[in-house]
């Protein structure tokens, strides 16, 4: 027996395919994470013992953001990982394991978010000033890492592909950078206030 093949036209009329073609598209929502990552049940069985039933969160119902920096199915597989891990540390018992896997992974997924807000943010309608410093910055990170990497991390663009990094480590080196690029900033401006002053 040979292979199944079906035509598009057969699926799909032209119509439709007509239709797909011209319309506008749709749009990628803002980037955003759920807080509560599971929920338990106690359900009585036939011999009137309790068992914990749960609902537990994944993926993009957890953090729900566009593509700009290919973290999605990564973070959907640290979900799973880190629901195996909550699972295992508490013999499988899920109302132990379900109140763990939200507390190991709730911080991470807020600085998911963060980091997809800042890293490459091209889904989110910026005006043409903001899309200029953004670029502004991301290569003055670029530069400041490269000659100074002791004190000045990559763009988060950069971090978030160092699979050895949470994701709240990312932010965390994200937030220093940026923290250092401020006091230089205002030293900088110090120092050229004082060298007009003076003149």
Request: aromatic content about 12%.
């Amino acid at each position: 027996m040979g292979a199944l093949r079906i035509t598009t036209r057969k699926i799909l009329s032209p119509e439709e395919a007509d239709r797909f073609a011209k319309s506008e598209g749709g749009y990628f929502p803002k980037p955003q994470y759920c807080s509560g990552l599971q929920f338990l049940l106690t359900s009585k069985s036939k011999n009137q013992d309790s068992l914990p039933i749960g609902v537990v969160l994944l993926g993009d119902t957890i953090h729900c953001f566009p593509p700009d920096i290919g973290q999605g199915v990564n973070a959907a597989l640290e979900d799973v990982c880190v629901l195996d891990e909550a699972l295992s540390q508490t013999n499988d018992d899920i109302s132990q394991a379900l109140p763990l896997y939200e507390s190991l992974r709730v911080a991470d997924t807020k600085a998911l978010i963060r980091l997809v807000q800042i890293a490459f943010p091209w889904q989110y309608g910026q005006d043409p000033f903001r899309t200029k410093i953004w670029r502004i910055n991301f290569f003055l990170r670029l530069v400041l890492s490269r000659l100074l990497p002791f004190l000045f991390s990559p763009q988060a663009f950069f971090l978030v592909q160092n699979y050895q990094l949470s994701y709240q480590e990312i932010l965390a080196k994200v937030d220093r950078t940026t923290q250092i690029i401020y006091v230089l900033g205002f030293i900088l401006l110090f120092g050229f206030l004082v060298v007009v002053a003076w003149q």
